[in-house]
């Protein structure tokens, strides 16, 4: 152990550095904080100086994570040849579910939010509409829910009666969608986080946990009544631009680069539905949370413009593939 002196730049680097490693990550296997710190490491600018103090180690580091990904690659491969199709996060490449427990692919979520443009640095005062086609599925051991349960939005027959909540990716916290669960569940404590039941009449617990957040309550006012593990069944609604298909070991799989993923081929040549490998391209809307994800991951692959908030794109997770609206009404 070497002490750093608080002053000098390598002490932040260091402090930065243990932000980036530990991603916030609490009561999860991997959570929204997650992502959210890969988004600063992905569009935080050029790679800073590494500091001083880590640079024995990161030669083994680099090997750790090159065997890691090596292990995971191998057992995708395994899962393919023994189960058939598995579909990945499309971000991170971890297996979400086995594309036979998809039971109807065609389904589709409309939900509104505030939304926040990273170019102009500006919110919305209205909720703008976002829609998302999804698939309805029956096992997803990949992905985790996480946060309290809310109504599902209005004129959603097909949900029937059931509560949703966030379904996150079990490896990176990249949101993949909603998990839903049977309705009637006790109302949960609004503060974030917290585990207990709200009070009758109440939004919190306690008043302390109003106040203080989820880590301070008053043992005189607060039951402390755990909130009570869903109940089977519960079914998830996954969005498909979220989704990479895994159909055959060794297959490609797309990475990060500034080359044009668009080409005329055979398959999408004057069509607006496929992308150039002939997969259904899938309606999306980029934001911040409640399904959307930040605009700044996707850009037009015919007209390369960057996507802005609250917008609606069409687009393909098996090769990272993206339409704006424009382009699709064009063609």
């Known amino acids: 152990v070497r002490l750093l002196d608080p002053g000098t730049q390598e002490a932040i680097a260091a402090c930065g550095w243990h932000r980036d490693a530990t991603c916030g990550a609490k009561d999860a296997p991997a959570n929204i904080n997650d992502a959210m710190v890969l988004d600063f490491l992905r569009f935080r600018g050029n790679d800073a100086r590494n500091p001083e103090v880590f640079r024995d180690t990161l030669r083994m580091v680099r090997e750790i994570a090159s065997d890691l990904l090596a292990r995971r690659e191998r057992y995708l491969r395994d899962l393919v040849e023994e189960h058939g199709s598995v579909h990945t996060c499309a971000y991170c490449n971890f297996a979400v579910a086995l594309a036979r427990n998809v039971k109807e692919s065609g389904r589709q979520i409309s939900t509104s939010m505030q939304v ?169 809307c980029t934001g911040q949370g409640n399904g959307g994800a930040l605009p700044f991951y996707y850009i037009c692959d015919i007209c390369d413009r960057p996507a802005r908030g609250a917008e609606h794109l069409w687009g393909c997770g098996t090769c990272d593939y993206d339409m704006c609206e424009r382009c699709k009404s064009r063609r």
Not at 150 to 178: D, E, T
Not at 266 to 279: E, I
Request: hydrophobic share 30%; glycine share 8%; proline share 7%.
């Open 116 to 284: 926040t443009d990273g170019y102009d640095m500006t919110k919305t005062f209205a909720k703008q509409p976002m829609k998302f086609e999804v698939c309805e599925v029956l096992r997803a051991g990949g992905a985790v829910a996480e946060g309290h349960w809310a109504s599902v939005p209005a004129a959603h027959g097909w949900l029937g009666s059931v509560n949703q909540r966030m379904a996150i990716c079990r490896n990176c916290g990249f949101q993949l969608g909603w998990r839903y669960e049977p309705a009637g569940a006790p109302k949960e404590c609004a503060s974030p986080c917290c585990i207990y039941t709200a009070k009758p009449g109440r939004e919190y617990c306690c008043s302390r946990c109003r106040a203080s957040g989820p880590h301070h309550h008053d043992e005189t006012d607060c039951e402390k009544k755990e909130a009570a593990v869903p109940k089977a069944p519960v079914f998830w609604g996954l969005i498909w631009r979220h989704l990479r298909e895994r159909r055959r070991p060794g297959e490609h799989v797309p990475e990060d680069s500034d080359v044009r993923r668009h080409k005329e081929t055979d398959r999408n040549y004057r069509r607006s539905d496929v992308c150039p490998d002939g997969h259904k391209l899938r309606c999306f």
